[in-house]
Protein backbone atom coordinates (compact mmCIF):
# COMPACT_ATOMS: atom_id res chain seq x y z
CA UNK A 1 0.00 0.00 0.00
CA UNK A 2 2.82 2.33 1.23
CA UNK A 3 4.39 1.53 -2.36
CA UNK A 4 1.29 2.40 -4.01
CA UNK A 5 0.99 5.71 -2.51
CA UNK A 6 4.74 6.72 -3.25
CA UNK A 7 4.27 5.88 -6.37
CA UNK A 8 0.60 6.97 -7.39
CA UNK A 9 1.97 9.68 -9.60
CA UNK A 10 3.47 7.24 -12.09
CA UNK A 11 0.47 4.73 -11.50
CA UNK A 12 -1.69 7.09 -12.35
CA UNK A 13 -0.21 7.90 -15.29
CA UNK A 14 0.41 4.42 -16.64
CA UNK A 15 -3.66 3.91 -15.84
CA UNK A 16 -4.39 6.63 -18.29
CA UNK A 17 -2.19 5.12 -20.94
CA UNK A 18 -3.66 1.86 -20.52
CA UNK A 19 -7.30 2.95 -20.64
CA UNK A 20 -6.46 5.09 -24.17
CA UNK A 21 -4.88 2.25 -25.61
CA UNK A 22 -7.81 -0.18 -24.07
CA UNK A 23 -11.13 2.36 -25.18
CA UNK A 24 -9.96 3.30 -29.02
CA UNK A 25 -9.90 -0.52 -29.86
CA UNK A 26 -12.79 -1.33 -28.20
CA UNK A 27 -14.59 1.31 -30.25
CA UNK A 28 -12.92 0.93 -33.56
CA UNK A 29 -13.55 -2.51 -33.26
CA UNK A 30 -17.03 -1.83 -32.70
CA UNK A 31 -17.43 0.20 -35.09
CA UNK A 32 -15.74 -2.23 -37.72
CA UNK A 33 -17.62 -5.72 -36.49
CA UNK A 34 -20.91 -4.07 -36.62
CA UNK A 35 -21.34 -4.04 -40.26
CA UNK A 36 -19.22 -7.11 -40.74
CA UNK A 37 -21.70 -9.03 -38.51
CA UNK A 38 -24.45 -7.53 -40.15
CA UNK A 39 -23.32 -9.00 -43.75
CA UNK A 40 -22.87 -12.01 -42.01
CA UNK A 41 -26.17 -11.94 -40.47
CA UNK A 42 -27.99 -11.35 -43.81
CA UNK A 43 -25.78 -13.06 -46.10
CA UNK A 44 -27.08 -16.59 -45.71
CA UNK A 45 -24.25 -18.47 -47.39
CA UNK A 46 -21.06 -16.92 -46.81
CA UNK A 47 -22.48 -15.66 -43.51
CA UNK A 48 -21.04 -18.65 -41.07
CA UNK A 49 -17.79 -18.56 -42.65
CA UNK A 50 -17.30 -14.58 -42.05
CA UNK A 51 -18.01 -15.33 -38.44
CA UNK A 52 -15.63 -18.62 -38.62
CA UNK A 53 -13.14 -16.73 -40.24
CA UNK A 54 -13.27 -14.04 -37.39
CA UNK A 55 -12.36 -16.68 -35.18
CA UNK A 56 -9.47 -17.93 -36.52
CA UNK A 57 -8.10 -14.58 -36.69
CA UNK A 58 -8.57 -14.44 -32.91
CA UNK A 59 -6.24 -17.42 -32.59
CA UNK A 60 -3.08 -15.73 -33.95
CA UNK A 61 -0.77 -14.87 -31.49
CA UNK A 62 -0.38 -11.46 -29.87
CA UNK A 63 3.72 -11.43 -29.53
CA UNK A 64 4.11 -12.21 -33.29
CA UNK A 65 1.43 -10.24 -34.67
CA UNK A 66 2.95 -6.96 -32.92
CA UNK A 67 6.33 -7.76 -34.33
CA UNK A 68 5.46 -8.03 -37.40
CA UNK A 69 2.85 -5.06 -37.67
CA UNK A 70 5.36 -2.51 -38.26
CA UNK A 71 6.92 -3.85 -41.07
CA UNK A 72 3.46 -4.00 -42.60
CA UNK A 73 2.37 -0.44 -41.78
CA UNK A 74 4.96 1.05 -41.89
CA UNK A 75 4.87 2.66 -38.28
CA UNK A 76 8.46 2.75 -35.99
CA UNK A 77 8.69 -0.54 -33.46
CA UNK A 78 7.76 1.65 -30.94
CA UNK A 79 4.70 3.24 -31.88
CA UNK A 80 1.30 2.89 -29.99
CA UNK A 81 -0.19 2.78 -33.19
CA UNK A 82 0.82 -0.93 -33.28
CA UNK A 83 -0.79 -2.03 -29.82
CA UNK A 84 -4.27 -0.64 -30.83
CA UNK A 85 -4.02 -2.05 -33.81
CA UNK A 86 -3.72 -5.24 -32.73
CA UNK A 87 -5.96 -4.83 -30.21
CA UNK A 88 -8.36 -3.42 -32.94
CA UNK A 89 -8.47 -7.17 -34.82
CA UNK A 90 -9.05 -8.94 -31.80
CA UNK A 91 -11.57 -6.48 -30.47
CA UNK A 92 -12.71 -7.67 -34.37
CA UNK A 93 -12.07 -11.07 -34.65
CA UNK A 94 -14.87 -11.22 -31.38
CA UNK A 95 -17.55 -8.82 -31.52
CA UNK A 96 -18.41 -10.08 -35.34
CA UNK A 97 -19.54 -13.17 -33.89
CA UNK A 98 -21.76 -11.34 -31.32
CA UNK A 99 -22.56 -8.79 -33.87
CA UNK A 100 -24.17 -10.89 -35.94
CA UNK A 101 -25.54 -12.92 -33.06
CA UNK A 102 -27.39 -9.82 -32.16
CA UNK A 103 -28.76 -8.95 -35.44
CA UNK A 104 -29.92 -12.31 -35.59
CA UNK A 105 -31.88 -11.70 -32.24
CA UNK A 106 -34.39 -9.07 -33.62
CA UNK A 107 -37.88 -10.19 -34.20
CA UNK A 108 -38.88 -11.40 -37.77
CA UNK A 109 -41.64 -9.76 -36.58
CA UNK A 110 -40.55 -6.37 -36.40
CA UNK A 111 -38.19 -6.33 -39.03
CA UNK A 112 -41.44 -7.70 -41.14
CA UNK A 113 -43.84 -4.42 -39.79
CA UNK A 114 -40.93 -1.72 -40.43
CA UNK A 115 -40.74 -3.07 -43.90
CA UNK A 116 -44.76 -2.58 -44.22
CA UNK A 117 -44.19 0.78 -43.03
CA UNK A 118 -41.92 1.89 -45.46
CA UNK A 119 -38.72 2.06 -44.21
CA UNK A 120 -35.90 1.54 -46.53
CA UNK A 121 -33.03 -1.14 -46.25
CA UNK A 122 -31.01 1.00 -45.33
CA UNK A 123 -33.14 2.72 -42.98
CA UNK A 124 -34.22 -0.50 -41.03
CA UNK A 125 -31.19 -1.63 -40.73
CA UNK A 126 -29.71 1.49 -38.43
CA UNK A 127 -33.05 3.00 -37.13
CA UNK A 128 -34.18 -0.45 -35.94
CA UNK A 129 -32.37 -3.87 -36.45
CA UNK A 130 -29.14 -2.06 -35.06
CA UNK A 131 -30.71 -0.92 -31.56
CA UNK A 132 -33.11 -3.65 -30.99
CA UNK A 133 -29.55 -5.68 -31.78
CA UNK A 134 -28.02 -3.80 -28.77
CA UNK A 135 -28.63 -5.89 -25.67
CA UNK A 136 -26.68 -8.80 -27.23
CA UNK A 137 -23.84 -6.02 -28.78
CA UNK A 138 -23.60 -4.64 -25.26
CA UNK A 139 -22.69 -7.73 -24.32
CA UNK A 140 -20.14 -8.21 -26.66
CA UNK A 141 -18.29 -5.10 -26.18
CA UNK A 142 -18.30 -5.91 -22.21
CA UNK A 143 -16.81 -9.17 -23.42
CA UNK A 144 -14.35 -7.45 -25.47
CA UNK A 145 -13.27 -5.08 -23.15
CA UNK A 146 -12.51 -7.16 -19.83
CA UNK A 147 -10.68 -9.05 -22.22
CA UNK A 148 -8.90 -6.25 -24.07
CA UNK A 149 -7.77 -4.44 -21.03
CA UNK A 150 -6.17 -7.86 -19.68
CA UNK A 151 -4.56 -8.08 -23.38
CA UNK A 152 -3.04 -4.76 -23.28
CA UNK A 153 -0.80 -5.69 -20.68
CA UNK A 154 1.91 -7.21 -23.21
CA UNK A 155 2.42 -3.75 -24.91
CA UNK A 156 5.37 -3.30 -22.57
CA UNK A 157 7.01 -5.63 -24.52
CA UNK A 158 7.36 -3.74 -27.31
CA UNK A 159 8.09 -0.43 -25.64
CA UNK A 160 4.53 0.85 -25.30
CA UNK A 161 4.19 1.42 -21.46
CA UNK A 162 1.27 0.91 -19.94
CA UNK A 163 -0.22 -1.13 -16.55
CA UNK A 164 1.39 -3.83 -17.77
CA UNK A 165 4.79 -1.83 -16.93
CA UNK A 166 4.01 -2.89 -13.25
CA UNK A 167 4.55 -6.63 -14.12
CA UNK A 168 7.42 -6.37 -16.44
CA UNK A 169 9.23 -4.43 -14.00
CA UNK A 170 8.08 -6.33 -10.65
CA UNK A 171 9.64 -9.29 -12.25
CA UNK A 172 13.18 -7.97 -13.44
CA UNK A 173 12.96 -6.78 -9.81
CA UNK A 174 11.97 -9.81 -8.50
CA UNK A 175 9.40 -7.11 -6.53
CA UNK A 176 5.78 -8.96 -6.03
CA UNK A 177 4.45 -6.17 -4.07
CA UNK A 178 4.19 -4.27 -7.56
CA UNK A 179 3.32 -7.20 -9.73
CA UNK A 180 0.22 -7.57 -7.07
CA UNK A 181 -0.59 -3.68 -7.03
CA UNK A 182 -0.35 -3.86 -11.48
CA UNK A 183 -2.99 -6.86 -10.99
CA UNK A 184 -5.22 -5.16 -8.85
CA UNK A 185 -5.21 -1.96 -11.07
CA UNK A 186 -5.67 -3.89 -14.22
CA UNK A 187 -8.78 -5.51 -12.53
CA UNK A 188 -10.28 -2.05 -11.53
CA UNK A 189 -9.59 -0.46 -14.90
CA UNK A 190 -11.60 -3.59 -16.33
CA UNK A 191 -14.42 -2.96 -13.73
CA UNK A 192 -14.44 0.67 -14.25
CA UNK A 193 -14.43 0.67 -18.43
CA UNK A 194 -17.27 -2.54 -17.72
CA UNK A 195 -19.10 0.28 -15.56
CA UNK A 196 -19.20 2.55 -18.35
CA UNK A 197 -20.60 0.35 -20.64
CA UNK A 198 -23.07 -0.54 -18.57
CA UNK A 199 -24.16 3.33 -18.29
CA UNK A 200 -23.85 4.39 -22.20
CA UNK A 201 -25.81 1.55 -22.68
CA UNK A 202 -28.98 2.01 -19.84
CA UNK A 203 -28.65 5.72 -21.99
CA UNK A 204 -28.60 4.53 -25.19
CA UNK A 205 -31.50 2.08 -24.56
CA UNK A 206 -34.05 3.82 -22.42
CA UNK A 207 -36.95 1.55 -23.47
CA UNK A 208 -35.14 -1.60 -21.65
CA UNK A 209 -35.20 0.19 -18.30
CA UNK A 210 -38.88 1.05 -18.26
CA UNK A 211 -41.08 0.38 -15.06
CA UNK A 212 -44.32 -1.19 -15.60
CA UNK A 213 -42.80 -2.99 -18.53
CA UNK A 214 -45.20 -6.25 -19.40
CA UNK B 1 -59.73 0.74 -56.56
CA UNK B 2 -57.47 -2.07 -56.02
CA UNK B 3 -57.69 -5.04 -58.82
CA UNK B 4 -55.92 -8.21 -58.63
CA UNK B 5 -55.62 -9.52 -62.44
CA UNK B 6 -55.03 -13.69 -62.82
CA UNK B 7 -52.36 -13.14 -59.79
CA UNK B 8 -50.33 -16.17 -58.67
CA UNK B 9 -47.87 -16.86 -56.58
CA UNK B 10 -45.73 -20.08 -55.54
CA UNK B 11 -43.14 -19.22 -53.14
CA UNK B 12 -39.48 -20.21 -53.74
CA UNK B 13 -39.62 -23.90 -52.50
CA UNK B 14 -42.35 -24.77 -54.60
CA UNK B 15 -45.56 -24.06 -52.15
CA UNK B 16 -48.22 -22.78 -54.31
CA UNK B 17 -50.15 -19.40 -52.26
CA UNK B 18 -52.03 -18.73 -54.83
CA UNK B 19 -53.23 -20.29 -58.21
CA UNK B 20 -54.98 -17.77 -60.06
CA UNK B 21 -57.38 -14.78 -58.33
CA UNK B 22 -58.97 -12.21 -59.94
CA UNK B 23 -61.09 -9.20 -57.61
CA UNK B 24 -62.04 -6.01 -58.24
CA UNK B 25 -62.12 -3.90 -54.67
CA UNK B 26 -63.72 -0.60 -55.08
CA UNK B 27 -62.92 2.52 -53.33
CA UNK B 28 -64.05 3.67 -49.89
CA UNK B 29 -65.24 0.23 -49.16
CA UNK B 30 -64.38 -2.32 -46.96
CA UNK B 31 -62.98 -5.89 -48.44
CA UNK B 32 -62.99 -9.06 -46.05
CA UNK B 33 -60.96 -11.50 -47.06
CA UNK B 34 -61.80 -14.55 -45.53
CA UNK B 35 -60.57 -18.42 -45.12
CA UNK B 36 -59.28 -20.82 -42.80
CA UNK B 37 -55.30 -20.43 -42.50
CA UNK B 38 -53.22 -21.67 -46.04
CA UNK B 39 -56.07 -20.04 -48.39
CA UNK B 40 -53.29 -17.51 -49.57
CA UNK B 41 -55.66 -14.70 -47.74
CA UNK B 42 -52.54 -12.58 -46.07
CA UNK B 43 -50.43 -13.60 -49.25
CA UNK B 44 -52.89 -11.65 -51.41
CA UNK B 45 -53.05 -8.56 -48.29
CA UNK B 46 -49.38 -8.43 -48.84
CA UNK B 47 -49.53 -7.82 -52.73
CA UNK B 48 -51.08 -4.59 -52.31
CA UNK B 49 -48.11 -2.99 -50.64
CA UNK B 50 -45.60 -5.48 -52.72
CA UNK B 51 -44.45 -6.81 -49.55
CA UNK B 52 -45.24 -9.92 -51.61
CA UNK B 53 -44.95 -9.82 -55.31
CA UNK B 54 -47.10 -12.01 -57.42
CA UNK B 55 -45.68 -14.47 -59.51
CA UNK B 56 -47.80 -14.48 -62.28
CA UNK B 57 -50.24 -11.73 -62.99
CA UNK B 58 -51.03 -8.03 -62.03
CA UNK B 59 -52.57 -5.38 -59.04
CA UNK B 60 -53.38 -2.49 -59.68
CA UNK B 61 -54.40 0.35 -57.69
CA UNK B 62 -56.18 3.43 -59.56
CA UNK B 63 -55.58 0.92 -62.98
CA UNK B 64 -51.39 1.32 -62.16
CA UNK B 65 -49.55 -1.51 -61.90
CA UNK B 66 -48.13 -1.82 -57.86
CA UNK B 67 -45.04 -3.39 -59.96
CA UNK B 68 -44.30 -0.23 -61.57
CA UNK B 69 -44.00 1.58 -58.31
CA UNK B 70 -40.81 1.86 -56.09
CA UNK B 71 -41.71 -0.97 -52.98
CA UNK B 72 -40.72 1.43 -50.40
CA UNK B 73 -42.84 4.81 -51.84
CA UNK B 74 -45.78 2.85 -52.04
CA UNK B 75 -45.70 1.17 -48.74
CA UNK B 76 -45.33 4.66 -47.40
CA UNK B 77 -48.70 5.45 -49.51
CA UNK B 78 -50.88 2.47 -48.29
CA UNK B 79 -51.46 1.68 -44.15
CA UNK B 80 -50.79 -1.32 -42.42
CA UNK B 81 -51.97 -2.84 -39.70
CA UNK B 82 -50.95 -5.91 -38.39
CA UNK B 83 -51.77 -8.87 -35.87
CA UNK B 84 -49.97 -7.98 -32.61
CA UNK B 85 -49.61 -4.58 -33.67
CA UNK B 86 -46.21 -5.00 -34.95
CA UNK B 87 -44.89 -1.62 -32.92
CA UNK B 88 -41.53 -0.95 -32.68
CA UNK B 89 -40.19 -1.91 -29.09
CA UNK B 90 -37.62 0.44 -28.99
CA UNK B 91 -40.04 3.43 -29.69
CA UNK B 92 -42.56 5.46 -27.99
CA UNK B 93 -46.04 5.34 -28.73
CA UNK B 94 -46.31 8.43 -30.21
CA UNK B 95 -43.21 7.67 -32.19
CA UNK B 96 -44.43 5.03 -33.35
CA UNK B 97 -47.62 6.55 -34.57
CA UNK B 98 -45.36 9.34 -36.11
CA UNK B 99 -42.94 6.88 -38.33
CA UNK B 100 -44.84 6.42 -41.12
CA UNK B 101 -44.55 10.52 -41.64
CA UNK B 102 -41.40 11.04 -40.28
CA UNK B 103 -40.63 8.19 -43.51
CA UNK B 104 -42.54 10.46 -45.55
CA UNK B 105 -40.35 13.34 -44.51
CA UNK B 106 -42.95 15.36 -42.26
CA UNK B 107 -40.71 17.42 -39.92
CA UNK B 108 -40.75 15.94 -36.06
CA UNK B 109 -42.93 18.39 -34.26
CA UNK B 110 -45.81 18.60 -37.03
CA UNK B 111 -45.37 14.42 -36.81
CA UNK B 112 -45.84 14.25 -33.10
CA UNK B 113 -48.89 16.80 -33.33
CA UNK B 114 -50.30 14.85 -36.13
CA UNK B 115 -49.57 11.52 -34.24
CA UNK B 116 -51.11 12.60 -30.83
CA UNK B 117 -54.25 13.28 -32.86
CA UNK B 118 -54.74 10.02 -34.50
CA UNK B 119 -54.05 8.54 -30.68
CA UNK B 120 -57.23 10.66 -30.05
CA UNK B 121 -59.21 9.36 -32.49
CA UNK B 122 -58.49 5.61 -31.94
CA UNK B 123 -60.07 6.49 -28.11
CA UNK B 124 -55.80 5.95 -26.60
CA UNK B 125 -55.68 8.49 -23.56
CA UNK B 126 -53.05 10.99 -24.22
CA UNK B 127 -50.83 9.67 -21.44
CA UNK B 128 -50.14 6.71 -22.84
CA UNK B 129 -48.36 8.61 -25.64
CA UNK B 130 -45.17 8.44 -23.56
CA UNK B 131 -44.66 4.96 -22.97
CA UNK B 132 -42.96 2.19 -24.49
CA UNK B 133 -45.30 -0.29 -26.42
CA UNK B 134 -44.56 -3.13 -23.79
CA UNK B 135 -46.32 -0.65 -20.68
CA UNK B 136 -49.67 -1.13 -22.78
CA UNK B 137 -52.28 -3.55 -22.92
CA UNK B 138 -52.62 -6.08 -26.03
CA UNK B 139 -55.96 -4.07 -26.78
CA UNK B 140 -54.06 -0.98 -26.44
CA UNK B 141 -51.14 -1.56 -28.62
CA UNK B 142 -53.65 -2.65 -31.28
CA UNK B 143 -55.44 0.68 -31.24
CA UNK B 144 -51.45 2.18 -31.63
CA UNK B 145 -51.29 -0.11 -34.69
CA UNK B 146 -54.57 1.34 -36.21
CA UNK B 147 -53.23 4.94 -35.00
CA UNK B 148 -50.18 4.53 -37.18
CA UNK B 149 -51.83 3.23 -39.91
CA UNK B 150 -54.12 5.69 -40.27
CA UNK B 151 -51.93 9.33 -38.89
CA UNK B 152 -50.95 9.49 -42.95
CA UNK B 153 -54.36 9.60 -43.63
CA UNK B 154 -53.59 7.08 -46.61
CA UNK B 155 -56.02 6.11 -49.35
CA UNK B 156 -56.03 2.63 -48.47
CA UNK B 157 -55.54 1.03 -45.18
CA UNK B 158 -54.12 -2.83 -45.36
CA UNK B 159 -54.89 -5.20 -41.95
CA UNK B 160 -53.45 -8.26 -41.62
CA UNK B 161 -56.16 -10.25 -38.46
CA UNK B 162 -54.82 -7.06 -36.26
CA UNK B 163 -58.04 -8.27 -33.79
CA UNK B 164 -56.93 -11.86 -33.84
CA UNK B 165 -54.59 -11.48 -30.57
CA UNK B 166 -56.97 -9.38 -28.24
CA UNK B 167 -59.48 -11.19 -26.44
CA UNK B 168 -62.84 -11.44 -27.33
CA UNK B 169 -64.42 -8.45 -25.32
CA UNK B 170 -61.41 -6.07 -26.81
CA UNK B 171 -61.92 -7.68 -30.10
CA UNK B 172 -65.83 -6.67 -30.00
CA UNK B 173 -64.61 -2.98 -29.25
CA UNK B 174 -62.01 -3.09 -31.66
CA UNK B 175 -64.42 -3.93 -34.37
CA UNK B 176 -67.20 -1.71 -33.07
CA UNK B 177 -64.64 1.57 -33.52
CA UNK B 178 -63.39 0.72 -37.03
CA UNK B 179 -66.56 0.17 -37.93
CA UNK B 180 -67.45 4.02 -36.69
CA UNK B 181 -63.45 4.96 -37.92
CA UNK B 182 -64.44 3.91 -41.55
CA UNK B 183 -68.47 5.41 -41.15
CA UNK B 184 -66.00 8.81 -40.79
CA UNK B 185 -63.29 8.29 -42.97
CA UNK B 186 -64.45 6.33 -45.96
CA UNK B 187 -61.08 4.87 -46.70
CA UNK B 188 -60.56 1.59 -49.38
CA UNK B 189 -59.58 -0.79 -46.66
CA UNK B 190 -58.53 -4.52 -47.46
CA UNK B 191 -59.19 -6.83 -44.17
CA UNK B 192 -58.04 -10.51 -43.57
CA UNK B 193 -59.16 -12.70 -40.89
CA UNK B 194 -60.54 -16.44 -40.52
CA UNK B 195 -63.56 -15.30 -38.64
CA UNK B 196 -66.69 -15.02 -40.74
CA UNK B 197 -68.19 -13.07 -38.35
CA UNK B 198 -66.01 -10.30 -38.17
CA UNK B 199 -66.16 -10.96 -42.01
CA UNK B 200 -69.82 -10.19 -41.78
CA UNK B 201 -69.38 -7.69 -39.16
CA UNK B 202 -66.75 -5.20 -41.08
CA UNK B 203 -67.50 -5.97 -45.00
CA UNK B 204 -68.93 -4.30 -47.43
CA UNK B 205 -68.23 -7.21 -49.83
CA UNK B 206 -66.89 -10.70 -48.74
CA UNK B 207 -64.69 -13.15 -50.03
CA UNK B 208 -64.27 -16.13 -49.19
CA UNK B 209 -61.45 -18.27 -50.24
CA UNK B 210 -60.63 -22.19 -50.04
CA UNK B 211 -57.17 -23.22 -50.82
CA UNK B 212 -54.59 -21.68 -53.15
CA UNK B 213 -56.71 -18.72 -53.08
CA UNK B 214 -59.53 -20.02 -54.87
CA UNK B 215 -62.43 -18.17 -54.27
CA UNK B 216 -65.81 -19.81 -52.86
CA UNK B 217 -67.73 -17.08 -53.25
CA UNK B 218 -67.73 -13.00 -53.33
CA UNK B 219 -70.63 -10.92 -52.30
CA UNK B 220 -72.40 -8.75 -49.30
CA UNK B 221 -72.87 -10.43 -46.42
CA UNK B 222 -76.59 -10.39 -47.17
CA UNK B 223 -76.05 -12.07 -50.59
CA UNK B 224 -73.64 -14.87 -49.25
CA UNK B 225 -76.33 -15.76 -46.53
CA UNK B 226 -79.24 -15.25 -48.78
CA UNK B 227 -77.69 -17.49 -51.53
CA UNK B 228 -74.93 -19.37 -50.70
CA UNK B 229 -72.77 -21.04 -53.41
CA UNK B 230 -72.03 -24.07 -52.08
CA UNK B 231 -71.73 -26.99 -49.00
CA UNK B 232 -68.16 -25.54 -48.19
CA UNK B 233 -69.80 -21.90 -47.82
CA UNK B 234 -73.09 -22.74 -45.77
CA UNK B 235 -70.73 -24.56 -43.47
CA UNK B 236 -68.12 -22.09 -43.83
CA UNK B 237 -70.49 -19.44 -42.81
CA UNK B 238 -72.78 -21.97 -40.28
CA UNK B 239 -75.66 -22.07 -41.95
CA UNK B 240 -75.57 -26.01 -42.03
CA UNK B 241 -75.62 -25.63 -37.94
CA UNK B 242 -78.90 -23.85 -37.39
CA UNK B 243 -77.24 -20.50 -35.83
CA UNK B 244 -78.43 -18.86 -38.49
CA UNK B 245 -81.60 -20.36 -39.36
CA UNK B 246 -83.82 -18.11 -37.33
CA UNK B 247 -87.68 -17.92 -37.20
CA UNK B 248 -89.93 -15.42 -35.31
CA UNK B 249 -92.20 -16.80 -32.11
CA UNK B 250 -94.72 -14.46 -30.62
CA UNK B 251 -94.00 -13.95 -26.97
CA UNK B 252 -96.28 -11.93 -25.12
CA UNK B 253 -97.36 -10.07 -28.31
CA UNK B 254 -93.67 -9.70 -29.20
CA UNK B 255 -92.17 -11.00 -32.05
CA UNK B 256 -88.96 -12.64 -30.46
CA UNK B 257 -86.38 -14.39 -33.27
CA UNK B 258 -85.38 -17.51 -32.46
CA UNK B 259 -82.38 -19.75 -34.01
CA UNK B 260 -83.42 -23.47 -34.83
CA UNK B 261 -83.06 -24.85 -31.48
CA UNK B 262 -85.53 -22.07 -30.03
CA UNK B 263 -82.63 -20.13 -28.48
CA UNK B 264 -84.09 -16.47 -28.43
CA UNK B 265 -81.07 -13.70 -30.04
CA UNK B 266 -83.27 -11.00 -30.42
CA UNK B 267 -86.81 -9.31 -30.95
CA UNK B 268 -88.27 -7.47 -34.42
CA UNK B 269 -88.49 -3.41 -33.88
Known amino acids: MRWFLDNWTDIRGLAWRHLWLSIVPVVLGFVLAVPIGYVAHRWRLGGSALVSIASVVYTIPSLPLLVILPSLLGTTFLDPTNVIVVLTIYAVAVMVRSAADGFGSVSEAVVDAARASGYSA ?86 LSVRGAR | MIEYR ?19 LPSRTTTVLVGSSGCGKTTLLRMVNRMVDPSRGQVLIDDVDVATRNPVELRRSIGYVMQHAGLLPHRTVVDNVATPLRLGGVARREA ?48 DEPFGAV ?52 GSPAEILASPADDFVRSFVGLDRGRRTLRIEEVDGRQVVVDADGRATGVLA
Not at chain 2, 6 to 15: C, R
Open chain 1, 122 to 207: WQRAVQVELPLAGPVLLAGVRVVSVSTVSLATISPLIGVSNLGSLFTDGFQRSFATEIVIGIVCVVVLALLLDLLWVLLGRVAMPW
Open chain 2, 112 to 159: RTRALEALERVGLDPVLARRYPTQLSGGQQQRVGVARGLVADPNILLM
Open chain 2, 167 to 218: DPIVRAELQHELVRLQHDLGKTIVFVTHDIEEAFLLGDQVVILKKGGEVAQV
Open chain 2, 6 to 24: SVAKTFPGGAEAVRDFSLV
